[in-house]
Each structure stands twice: as structure tokens, then as C-alpha cells.
């Protein structure tokens, strides 16, 4: 059976050091075309949303980093399908950089493929 594809731009990636990281994983996958490996977290405790979910990325699967986090729009369903431990599959499937213009900084930007 085919699998359903979601795809969602992570949210809070200009919050805390997180610009940092996704600029790692953007110019290592560009220079090396190396897999990036992603996953879900549920933050229950989180002051924002008791919903919320945590979008780690490493590059080795091993040592996991948050980029940010599942749009809150979307945070209810997909922290219920964690809990309910439904089987899915979760894929970087963009790193962007843009020029922010005004500050004449790059801004990096992600999102996520989660298969079911």
C-alpha cells in the first residue's frame, strides 16, 4: 500500500542557536551530499503547547539536535500519533537559505516529509 506523504516547514528555526544548526546540516549536505536523519520528539512539558514536537536532526542518526518544531496546527494530531506509537517515517525534505534583505543575513529554513 502506498504511503501518505505530509510535508510541513518546520516552525521556530530563527529561535535560540537553532540558525546555527540548520546552517551545519545545509552546507554538509551541499558539500557532501550526505543524509540528513530526522526525528519526532513529543515536549508535553513544552510552556508554549503542551502539544508540541520536537524536530531533531543529526547527522550521524546518532546525536540529535532541535531544528524546531511541528507548526502548532498540525502539533495535536501528530503528538497523538506519537503517543498511539503509529509507524512512520520521518525525512528531511528541504534545507533552503534565503537573503534576508533588510539585514543582509541568510536565514535557513527546513521542512519535513512524515510518511504513513
Do not use: W
Not at 502506498?2 to 546552517?23: C, F, H, S, W
Not at 503528538?79 to 541568510?106: C, H, N, Q, W, Y
Request: hydrophobic fraction near 40%.
Amino acid at each position: 500500500m502506498p504511503k501518505n506523504a505530509y510535508v510541513l516547514r518546520i516552525a521556530g528555526v530563527t529561535m535560540e542557536d537553532r540558525q546555527r544548526a540548520i546552517a551545519r546540516f545545509f552546507l554538509n549536505r551541499r558539500m557532501t551530499n550526505a543524509k540528513v536523519f530526522a526525528k519526532l520528539e513529543r515536549e508535553p512539558d513544552n510552556k508554549y503547547d503542551n502539544h508540541a514536537v520536537k524536530v531533531l536532526y543529526s547527522l550521524d542518526d546518532d546525536n540529535y539536535e532541535c531544528v524546531g518544531y511541528i507548526p502548532r496546527d498540525y502539533a495535536d494530531i501528530i503528538s497523538s500519533m506519537l503517543i498511539d506509537g503509529l509507524p512512520m517515517d520521518i525525512e528531511v525534505d528541504k534545507l533552503e537559505v534565503f537573503k534576508d534583505k533588510a539585514t543582509d543575513r541568510d536565514i535557513y529554513y527546513t521542512s519535513i516529509s512524515i510518511l504513513l
